[in-house]
């Protein structure tokens, strides 16, 4: 019997229900869920009962008693799950997530911070504010009894595995957590838990702080639309199949309507065969066209960054920059903003042909950042790999628009 197999008994004992479908590891994608029998649409493919959910209920007594009041649900799991030892209620569970080596060369988060810098502008807007959240929730763990003494608080390096038992404990847990132990469990919490509201926790809980864990289902890989729908009630969770599957199909869900660089920062991957959430911010393309008393009245009327292209369309705030460029004056301007009008067809045309130098240019700096990841060493190979996936999948995305104004 494999880790898998062992999964599913454990996991039907707490009275998950699995219907045709079974984890297998996938290449690239981990572990999965996939189709052991013909499925239609609409079948019920998991529940997961409430009784069996990791929740801020279930992280034991002597954890919550050592962190504050108001620790974040975030940061109590993943102290509840890095204190978490072999002979934990939840061992069968714990064995299937991914080692500690696969999330920590996965998420950006983890990566020596040199490569930061290599990360498209949203990707790096995200990392900076899930590095604040990780900062503060660390902060409040590294100063509970919880932690470990001696542990490296503020290097990103990552050691080997540790729960380190030691004598001076002053909770019963007999083990303390370091930096990279919590980083761990951190980053495994953040990939893996699902949105889950009850009366008691809407009444007491903020949003972001209604989040839980839950077997089998946690295996589920994501995919951009026609997904399985995940729901759920008092009693628990339920996935429904979305469309038919044969035997061998993968499961998947949709986490959200994310594009790439989010998928790359929360959760380590990026989408290869296509996504159709995906997005390439244009700023470094349009910023520096600006002057200073241009940028200045943008951010008067609220029309300063956050450009975007997609596949079939570049955002209304980039056009309303780029007529700015074109316009005679900033009169003129004003006047096609309060009006809401584009200009007409020949102010469009000069927009059009504007963007399309702007975005030349700007093909440029992708190649230049490719070029760059392919002479650098620092980090692991498939850390730039996939920094280099996506700076060729933002310059695709940049040429179907040039294409497509063909002017
Ligand atoms: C909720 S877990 C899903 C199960 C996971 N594959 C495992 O091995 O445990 C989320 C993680 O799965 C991986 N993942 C999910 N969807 C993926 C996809 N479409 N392609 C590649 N990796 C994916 C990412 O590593 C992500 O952080």
Request: charged fraction near 25%; charge should be negative; aromatic fraction near 6%.
């Amino acid at each position: 019997m494999d880790i898998y197999d062992e999964l599913v008994l454990w996991a039907q004992n707490q009275g998950v229900e699995l219907h045709g479908v079974a984890p297998r590891e996938l290449p690239g994608r981990g572990v999965g869920i996939v189709a052991m029998k013909h499925i239609k649409a609409g079948d019920l493919l998991l529940q997961i009962p409430t009784s069996v959910l990791r929740t801020i209920d279930t992280v034991r007594p002597e954890v919550k008693q050592s962190l504050p009041k108001d620790t974040k649900v975030h940061a109590l799991l993943a102290a509840d799950l890095a204190l978490d030892s072999s002979t934990s209620k939840y061992s069968i569970w714990n064995a299937v997530v991914p080692a500690r080596e696969s999330i920590t060369a996965s998420l950006p988060l983890a990566w020596d911070t040199r490569l930061h810098s290599y990360l498209p502008k949203p990707a790096l807007a995200l990392l900076r504010k899930q590095q604040a959240k990780f900062n503060r929730d660390w902060a409040v763990v590294q100063q509970s009894p919880l932690a470990a003494a001696a542990a490296g608080s503020s290097s990103s390096a990552v050691t080997t595995p540790t729960i380190t038992t030691t004598a001076a404990d002053t909770h019963p847990l007999a083990a303390t957590i370091n930096r990279q132990d919590y980083l761990y469990a951190w980053l495994l919490v953040n990939t893996r838990t699902f949105y889950h509201e009850t009366r008691q926790t809407a009444a007491r809980l903020a949003r972001d702080d209604r989040m839980v864990l839950q077997p089998v289902a946690d295996l589920l890989n994501h995919a951009d639309a026609g997904e399985c729908a995940v729901a759920f009630d008092a009693g628990g969770f339920t996935v429904a199949a979305a469309r038919d599957y044969a035997p061998g199909d993968e499961i998947h869900i949709c986490y959200g309507k994310h594009h790439n660089d989010l998928l790359l920062v929360e959760y380590g991957f990026v989408l290869t065969g296509g996504n159709r959430w995906d997005e390439v911010c244009l700023d470094d393309a349009v910023l520096p066209a600006l002057s200073a008393a241009q940028r200045a009245l943008l951010d008067e009327r609220g029309f300063l960054g956050n450009y975007v292209l997609d596949a079939g369309t570049v955002c209304y705030r980039t056009h309303v920059a780029l007529r700015l460029l074109c316009c005679v004056s900033a009169g003129e301007w004003e006047r096609l903003v309060n009006d809401g009008e584009d200009g007409g067809e020949a102010l469009q045309e000069e927009v059009d042909r504007l963007l399309v130098r702007l975005l030349r240019r700007f093909r440029g700096t992708v190649e230049g950042k490719i070029r760059e990841l392919e002479a650098l060493e620092v980090g692991l190979p498939s850390q730039r790999e996939i920094l280099c996936t996506r700076w060729q999948q933002i310059g695709r995305l940049v040429d179907q628009t040039i294409e497509r104004l063909d002017v």
